[in-house]
């Protein structure tokens, strides 16, 4: 009772005035005492304690090293921690054991606790780049102004009004897709003529005053194609992990000419130089940097100067994405470029690099069940389960592969350079890269546009290379066909 | 035990996490989500009692609702999934950003007019459920494009207690009383009858029911049971059978709208704020923007007169309408301006200074008044309008 008038105080004053700060009012969920995170408590969190409070490490979460609930981080934290695990003394305060907020009041943060909240980063971040992550994170929802360099032509005004689903980095519903408008036949398509876009991206508005933008009509572009498709905002969460992943790990799961004769391919997206793609549903970019200096501009009108530039690339290779490793991104409204600083992008970078993948669910023998039959049916031959990166595993339940999707989930679109295959010299408009599952729960609607209402719509979706296991899971019952999807909602 | 506040407490958290950082895309309400104060931004308008705020509490959880392609979604045209995806600053029920506008188009031969419907009627949505190929565009021919602003919901039912007799006695077509204020009432045929416009841009129409039922048709493709008043479709081109929006999730949402509190002053205790308020009636801007209007259930402090305005310049390009023609907008209410930048019907003013210095025509010598102020003064005023 207590706990819900002083919601309704806080509610009061956040709604009546300015007095709602991100951040600090924001009663972030973290596990007391479990300092690294690592879902146990144990002497080595005690260590941590210790490493922040005299060797400086950086705290993602004070109240996590608040052991006794002071509001205070001194020796006393590690003593309780050490006399708790050692000597039966009495357990850290609440929450202890599982996730919570803190429900006492003091001056000590939670910054960042990513296995209890979705959209925090992943632990083991210098103090210089934690800070720049927390700064990032709060750019992502800036709304820009025409002002501030808003236009000429935008979809969105701030990053998180297309990946806020559910925390900012996340995906967003429907109303939000946008469109590609790409002239000519896929392998060889470019931006419509007018107005001078810088990409395929069609944006929803000009800025007040001006006119929409159109597509083109076939003669007005030579009689060439024009293919009109919807995309629907790709989750970023834990994506800066897949530029950590080496181009032979993602090469040694391709069979670009089916040469096992199992019906999957596995082509790589390819600058022609061994540089595979990662990101888009294309796998259209391998550079995390260039592919958030390419939205910034195609769907903000946002231009950005390099942050790392050519210097971060992991694995270069860059296609389609509208934004050189080194070039700086310019348009022609009357605002000076670059329309954000290099500092402010480089932390919206750097939130991207470094946002950790969404917890994983309760595997209890339902999803365990689910598992088995995810793999009886296949899924895991594009899905698979993991790919080792320079940061350990990544559990994305994808290859990063492009697979033929088949004639009913063709966009239209190509984005890709020659393929190194039998099957097609470039990529074709049913190839999409494998959809990383984790967090899959997190982000209906489901395929590149949205089209799926739910995650079962979505598996009877698939055709082409994924045919198959689409119809072992058609041929399941009912009640294996739930225990299939409460597995990928643990995911 | 634990689980019990936990749970309204991360949902706290979420509602905070919202309302000051980030857009609502997903749905933000559930059962136990709590109902702001009588009176406070996004909370009811009054005591309710128990039924009435069982049903308030569905209504809002109708308002908060993503409809899917399954139930209806589009005409198959769609500029939102859901009510809140426009209406959610700085809550639920609110207003929009630049992002959410609605596109219209018309012909007025490159500005010499005079203005034409063209096919495909006015509005091109931004965008159409996945499943149907291509987008709703413009006549190729549109040489005039304007873009409208998410309004607020909040107070509208308020308004719709306000007469029609109420709103004709402001009017002042041949501006007898000489202050370059005109201000007419735009009339709708309602089935034969003549009724007051008072909702939307170019009060283009006249009660919070036509005004829920038009948007919940125009911006999320829903279609509807006929009440007899010509607002909102009753079938369109999906596969889903009509009406999509069930009939008493309707009236429930129809409820919680016509009990949404007014936006309350922000309560700036700083004294300029008084100064601020006595020169907005001095330089004129009281004249369209009056402070309250009379309703039924008392006074309605919307500082509008539910009228017709021209206040463009005369090279001005935009939509008209029958009965609105181009360049006659309503007075914009100004309750709540504190919280719903951009300004203007369009958003192409960022900040209130630049919105003033928009008006023209009939309120061009209020805005050159403003101009005239003293650095203090106009501080005075803005500080004053930063308070509704």
Redesign the interface.
Known sequence: MK??IS??I???L????SL???GN?????FERGDVNEDGSFDISDAIGMLNHMFLGDVAYCQDAMDVNDDGILNIADAIVSINYLFLNGDAPE??FG?C??D?TKDNLTCESYSQCNLGDAILGLDLETFASFVRGR?LM?K?F???EG?GPF?????C???H?????GGS??????F?FAAVGVPGSQGPIWDPELPSIV?P?????????P??P?PSQVGNQPVT?V?R?APPQLGVGLFERISNSEIFGNSDPDDSDGDGISGRFNTDGSGNLGRFGFKAQANFLEAFLRGASNNQMGITTDPFLGSGGIVSAAMMQVSAGFDEPTIDDDLIQDPEISVQDFGDIVIFSMFLAPPPKGEMGPDEQDGETLFFQMECNKCHIPSLQSDLGPVEAYTDLLLHDMGPELADGISMGMPQFSTISASTTDSEFRTQPLWGVRLHG?W?H???A?SMEDAILMHGGEGQASRDAYQALTPTQQQLVISFLEAL | MKNQYFLPLSLFAFLVLGLTITALNAEIIDDDTPVPPVGALGGPDRELDPAELEQWIRGRRVFDRDWRQSEGLGTPDINADSCRSCHQKPVIGAAGGLDTNVTRFGFDNFGAGPFEDLPGGQVASKGRRPDTPGREDADPTADIFEQRQTPSVLGLGLIDTISDLEVLSHEDPNDIDGNGCRGVARMIDIAGVMEVGKFGWKSQVPTLSDFLRDASTGEVGLTLVDDGRGFGLLSDSDSVPDPEFPPDDFVDMLFYCAHLAYPPRGGNPDPQVAVGEQLFDEIGCSICHIPSMEGTDGPVPLYSDLLLHDIHPDDFRGMGEDGAAVGFYRTPPLWGIRDTAPYLHDGRATTLEDAILAHEDEASIMMREYFALTAEEKEALILFLSDL
């Open positions: 706990i819900h919601i309704s806080l509610l009061v956040c709604l009546s005035g709602c700060f991100s009012l924001l009663a972030r969920d609440s929450p599982l919570g907020p429900l709060e929802s709304e102004t025409p002002e808003l935008y979809n969105a005004t701030s998180t009004a297309c806020s689903t559910p925390v900012p967003a519903p429907i109303y939000r897709n469109f069609m929803a508005y000009a800025l007040p005053g001006n006119p929409r159109a597509f009509d009109i919807q629907n609607p395929l546009d949205g089209r209402d």
